[in-house]
């Protein structure tokens, strides 16, 4: 009981302090609010951006006309020579003849994603815009019967000619590999939607005069069509994937995924800020004799460590459900998630409670508080942006056991964030395995901090204490 009573003391002592909503919460919640409404503005870009392109596509040969389509060379000068509102250049392209080099680029920043083309592109394409070329043809071609009387026959020819054309399907789907995270990115996204969209209007309306060319010839009909009018009154129909460059995840909703690295990184940031207030509680009783009057009572080393840490482990518990009840006011979260993904979260969120507090006592144990607060609140506030993703993307070093492991595994951070990350994309009990493996390092590594802690805080701190 005696611990019980000492972390409900320190918890008391750290809601009423002032410093506490506006460093620990204010902070986080500042960059959760500016980060999570910027991933919501997403919009063309304005800024030149270089992309990769790849592409396996091979021709195709147009059964009517015997015209060679080359779709893929199209699409690549429609995405070179188009242009923002501004007047910029919207993409600079470097060609890739390896998918996996194209990824290692992405991930190494050297160009912000990376188009893939199917090895059916032109097919696919030259099928979708024939089949509202069709459209327009026959939609035309029936306005003409009462126009043109005399020329029944070869417009009933002509209609039975594109016929085909109306009974092709197509599933065109492109690749764009990037990284979420980065707005960059999803500016490149988006501009893609945007270019496919044109492009396949565009070409709707040549193929439509190339087919109506090519039966006004066979037919010797004396009319001309303006088919120019026609393919607004059309919508094309396309996909564009999302692909997570290096691990060829598609992602079907980036916003989640975005949200899935920027909630753990801030709450990571809140129950860090709040380490800051364990160096100051330890220098206050530390000069006011506390930690001397110890050998005094039956309160062991132990014990007083022991307070402060479950005192610290209920902060970040708390925290953490505070930064997720705020996300969901906001629209960044969603309570909608696997059972075992709240287990997960909250227990990781604990043990970053203790391994946060002991580091801060140790930190604060050895260095004066006004320059150990300093410290931790710059390590705060940098490393979880790292350890988070939002400026790097983490590349794995050497696999063992079927898990990657890279320099950031040494920070005990990394974890934690897997964690929480994994467990807000968790679906299935059956993805629980690789939230579980995070989850025993984090716990292995909370054994360790808080073994290390505990014998250095109670051999030199509390043995030198009355020293001070």
């Given at each position: ?16 302090s002032k410093e506490f909503y506006f460093y ?238 920027l909630l753990p990184g801030q709450i990571l ?94 930190l604060g144990s050895f260095i004066q508080a ?99």
């Amino acid at each position: 009981m005696i611990v019980v009573d000492l972390a409900i003391t320190r918890i008391k002592q750290v809601i009423r302090s002032k410093e506490f909503y506006f460093y620990v919460i204010g902070f986080p919640l500042f960059f959760l609010i500016l980060f999570g409404f910027l991933s919501k503005g997403w919009a063309p870009t304005t800024n030149t951006l270089a992309i990769g392109f790849y592409s396996s596509d091979n021709s195709v040969i147009d059964p009517f006309t015997g015209e060679l389509l080359d779709m893929e060379q199209e699409f690549y000068n429609a995405l070179n020579s188009h242009q923002s509102d501004k007047g910029l250049k919207t993409f600079n392209l470097e060609n890739y003849t390896d998918i996996d080099v194209m990824d290692a680029d992405i991930q190494e920043l050297t160009v912000e994603g990376g188009i893939e083309l199917p090895d059916d592109f032109t097919n696919q394409a030259s099928n979708i815009t024939r089949f509202y070329a069709s459209l327009i043809l026959t939609q035309s071609l029936t306005e003409a019967f009462n126009l043109y009387p005399t020329e029944w026959f070869g417009i009933n020819e002509s209609l039975y000619q594109i016929t085909p054309y109306l009974e092709s399907s197509a599933n065109l789907v492109i690749k764009f590999h990037g990284d979420v995270t980065l707005q960059t990115t999803m500016q490149a996204y988006t501009s893609i939607w945007q270019i496919m969209s044109e492009f396949l209007s565009n070409f709707t309306v040549i193929h439509a005069n190339s087919i109506w060319s090519e039966l006004k010839s066979t037919y010797a009909l004396s009319f001309d069509l303006d088919l120019s009018q026609q393919s607004n009154n059309n919508s094309i129909s396309t996909e564009v994937l999302l692909i997570s460059a290096g691990t060829g995840d598609v992602v079907e909703d980036f916003q989640s995924e975005f949200y899935a690295k920027l909630l753990p990184g801030q709450i990571l940031q809140t129950i860090l800020m709040s380490a800051v207030s364990a160096i100051w509680l330890l220098d206050a009783e530390n000069k006011t004799g506390m930690l001397k009057r110890l050998k005094l009572t039956r309160l062991n080393s132990m014990q007083y460590l022991g307070g402060i840490l479950l005192a610290w482990t209920v902060i970040a518990l708390l925290q953490g459900i505070f930064m997720l009840l705020f996300a969901a006011i906001l629209g960044f979260f969603s309570f909608a998630i696997h059972p075992l993904a709240w287990l997960f979260m909250l227990l990781s969120m604990m043990l970053l409670g203790i391994i946060t507090a002991t580091i801060a006592l140790l930190l604060g144990s050895f260095i004066q508080a006004r320059v150990a607060a300093p410290l931790m609140i710059l390590f705060a506030s940098t490393i979880h942006m790292f350890v988070a993703e939002y400026y790097i993307d983490i590349q794995p070093l050497f696999s063992f056991a079927g898990k990657n492991f890279s320099w950031f595994d040494l920070i005990f951070l990394r974890p934690a964030f897997l964690v929480m990350k994994n467990s807000m994309l968790m679906e299935t009990a059956n993805q629980a395995t690789g939230v579980l493996f995070a989850l025993l390092l984090l716990f292995i590594w909370a054994v360790i901090i808080f073994a290390v802690g505990s014998i250095v805080f109670s051999k030199y701190k509390l043995k030198y204490a009355e020293k001070e």
